[in-house]
């Protein structure tokens, strides 16, 4: 299969006045040609970070890219100039970003705002841009477009104002649709019908999807792979069947046991969250990021991260349970699963 | 109702939008929420959830009707009762981003409310942040940073934690753990359901995760186009569903599980939203309705208990 966009050994932090924050410590994934990744993981384990540092899109000040490559056919995207990724963006790549009502002009229309991206990509006639953004908002779901196209952002809903973003980000039919939490503010019949649309997009276009999202609902809907971060790394990854049914890392149990269970008898069961909180990305640990949290953890936990083991040739996993050495770990993992 | 601390009766909200049009985007609600109850908030994007929680909390003025709270109307009130109304009724906002002061550290915009009701001063003032931050699954030395700093779960947790930092008694939580994983949600889920056996808060939750409104709230208020449609004990909404727009929701809801999202079956609505500047004549939800029936384009129909506590607006329910 044809890798589209490569992300290797990739180190991002930031200045701040308490210190320097280590929000991505080498992270690891790649995207096929028409393939849909999910990344989920902790709030705060750097997947906005690592969008954003693929589109270009740092704060120049106060971030620093120590290490990493990103390959988008055959360029290192980290070697652009700013110039280069403007071509890049929305034409070859778009961002969906997290916050709507930052990324969208508040002063601006939100039709305008769309037509800008088309002016600058395309060579549509006035005419023919108006109509294409119109097409545009009816298929994200927004209902009224006339009506719609002449209002600013905040006439509208806070799901409205996601659509839009997302009719921008599609504007251009970019390669590579990179989405950042883009269904979050959607209720579920809007929420299917966006999937459905991506979807439609992965099969018509071989658009290539990365979708960062922490419903796993979601995950199972549209995605063919998925990497799940914790603390700055990819801990796990690999095809959503794999993922789902054969979970390998203690924090991908936690994250699948998290999940209100469907309720038959009525009775209000208590969540079960994975206990303690993610380390302080000052200082992180040197060995593995969950060890603190985990049930499992063992004394070399603590003192070293350890590799991926392949448990097939596109299952990765980062925890020292699948080391020969460790004690009983089916046992182990079978209890993990059971949860 | 004799214990409900708050009662909406009758509310509109209708935005000008110009050319002598009024966007209706709250049209003639009324419920109440009892006290120490979750009442969840369902619907469409766009349907008036967001519009109705800020109604609610006073952030924006009723077109019409009436918002009692604790036996009061809450237009009538003097100023000092307004201020402590204030205090008491508080707000998590859907888009943490927007609402967060930029430039002030996350100490003082947890503070704010504290400051501007010189609830705590100094050394307790700061204790008070800490533990909230703590609560909320951040850490005490978080207060010194800027929103930007941020990533957007921990910035909506910041609002989480300043809206819990006056001991308010009444929560609007407007898509409170949506931009949060899982495990944090659960985290949030359990911290406001402590909350409210320890203060007896009560919230009116506003989320599109089914799964989530079910599992916190104890009724569920499910609305469309800047109605409600049908208000029920939350089991009893899942399983014996009266509205056909409840029914077109439900079915749509995705499962995290790769096996049953293959396999199950979504009721599809036909069309698009009306506009909430014209809607439909009657039932608003009738172009949309795979039941319609001709009396529903001619008369509203009428907002009843058709069973002990589940309430619903639909012709089909009429003799
Ligand atoms: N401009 C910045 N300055 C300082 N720290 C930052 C900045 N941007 C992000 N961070 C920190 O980097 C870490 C990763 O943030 P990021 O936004 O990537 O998280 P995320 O995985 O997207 O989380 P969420 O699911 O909550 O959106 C966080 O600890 C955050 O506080
Ligand atoms: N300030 C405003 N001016 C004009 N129209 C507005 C304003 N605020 C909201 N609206 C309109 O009111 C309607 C209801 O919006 P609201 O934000 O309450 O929806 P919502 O149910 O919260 O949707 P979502 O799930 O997308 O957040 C929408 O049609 C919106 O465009
Ligand atoms: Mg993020
Ligand atoms: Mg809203």
Redesign the interface.
């Known amino acids: 299969m044809e890798r589209l966009l490569e992300v290797e050994d990739l180190h991002v932090s930031?200045k701040?006045?308490?210190g320097e924050?280590q929000a991505v410590r080498g992270v690891n994934f790649h995207v096929n040609k028409g393939e849909v990744l999910a990344i989920?993981?902790?709030?705060?384990s750097g997947?906005?970070?690592t969008a954003k540092t693929i589109m270009g899109l740092l704060?120049k000040k106060v971030s620093r890219i120590s290490s990493g490559v990103v390959t988008f056919e055959e360029d290192d995207l980290l070697t652009y100039s700013k110039k280069e990724m403007q071509k890049v963006k929305g034409s070859k790549i778009s961002l969906i970003s997290?916050?709507?009502?930052?990324s969208l002009n508040p002063t601006m229309k939100i039709g305008h705002q769309i037509d800008e991206s088309l002016k600058l990509h395309t060579d549509l006639s006035k005419m023919e841009r108006k109509s294409r953004v119109l097409e545009l908002l009816t298929l994200v779901g927004i209902?009224?477009v006339e009506?719609r196209y002449s209002?600013y952002p905040h006439?509208?809903?806070?799901?409205?104002r996601q659509?839009v973003l997302i009719a921008v980000a599609l504007a251009c039919e970019p390669q590579l649709i990179i989405a950042?939490?883009p269904t979050?503010?959607?209720?579920?019949?809007?929420?299917?019908q966006i999937?459905d649309l991506l979807k439609d997009l992965q099969q018509r276009l071989d658009t290539s999807i990365l979708i960062i999202t922490?419903?796993?609902?979601?995950?199972?809907?549209v995605a063919q792979r998925v990497a799940v971060m914790y603390a700055g790394v990819v801990v796990e990854s690999g095809s959503?069947?794999e993922i789902?049914a054969n979970p390998n890392h203690p924090y991908t149990w936690?994250?699948?046991g998290?999940?209100?269970k469907?309720?038959q008898d009525?009775a209000?069961?208590?969540?079960?969250?994975?206990e303690g909180?993610p380390p302080?990305l000052f200082s992180p640990p040197k060995g593995c990021p969950f060890a603190a949290r985990c049930e499992y953890a063992m004394d070399i936990c603590v003192e070293k991260m350890p590799d991926s083991t392949y448990l097939t040739t596109d299952h990765a996993s980062k925890c020292w349970l699948n080391d020969s050495r460790a004690k009983k770990p089916k046992e182990v993992a079978m209890a993990g699963r059971s949860r | 109702m004799s214990d409900s601390l708050v009662d909406v009766q009758q509310v509109k909200k209708h935005f000008p939008i110009g050319g002598n049009q009024t966007l209706k985007a709250v049209d003639d609600i009324s419920f109440s929420i009892q006290k120490g109850e979750t009442l969840g908030l369902v619907g469409e994007s766009g349907s008036g959830k967001s519009t109705l929680g800020r109604t609610i909390v006073g952030l924006e003025g009723a077109t019409s009707g009436s918002i009692t709270y604790k036996g009061k109307d809450v237009s009538t009130l003097g100023r000092k009762e307004a201020r402590e109304t204030n205090r008491t009724m508080q707000m998590i906002f859907q888009d943490p981003q927007a609402s967060l002061n930029p430039r002030m550290k996350v100490m003082d915009i947890i503070a704010e409310g504290i400051d501007a009701h010189g609830l705590w001063k100094g050394k307790k003032r700061k204790e008070r942040v800490f533990q909230l931050l703590e609560r909320v699954g951040l850490q005490a030395d978080h207060a010194k940073r800027y929103p930007h700093e941020f990533s957007g779960g921990q910035r909506q947790r910041i609002g989480i934690a300043r809206a819990l930092a006056v001991e308010p008694e009444f929560i609007v939580a407007d898509e409170p753990i949506s931009a949060l994983d899982v495990s944090i949600q659960a985290q949030i889920v359990n911290l406001m359901e402590d909350l409210r056996q320890d203060s007896d808060l009560t919230y009116l939750f506003i989320a599109h995760d089914l799964g989530m409104v079910q599992h916190i709230s104890d009724r569920i208020g499910v609305m469309y186009l800047g109605g409600m449609m049908e208000l029920a004990d939350s089991d009893q909404l899942f399983q014996e569903t009266l509205h056909p727009y409840t029914q077109a929701l439900l079915s749509a809801n995705p499962v995290p599980d790769p096996a049953v999202t293959n396999s199950r079956e979504r009721i599809l609505l036909e069309g698009d939203p009306p506009s909430p500047v014209n809607p439909p004549s009657g039932c608003r939800f009738r172009t949309r309705c795979p039941h319609a029936m001709d009396i529903c384009s001619e008369v509203v129909p009428e907002w009843k208990e058709q069973q002990a506590g589940h309430w619903v607006a639909c012709h089909l329910y009429n003799e």
């Open positions: 930031f701040t006045y308490g924050v989920v993981g902790e709030s705060g997947k906005s970070v704060p997290q916050d709507p009502m930052t209902p009224n009506e209002q006439e509208l809903s806070g799901g409205m659509r950042d939490e979050t503010a959607l209720d579920v019949t809007i929420q299917a999937l922490h419903d796993l609902g979601v995950v199972a809907e959503v069947e789902f936690g994250l699948l998290s999940i209100p469907q309720r009525g209000r069961e208590r969540l079960i969250p994975i909180t302080d």
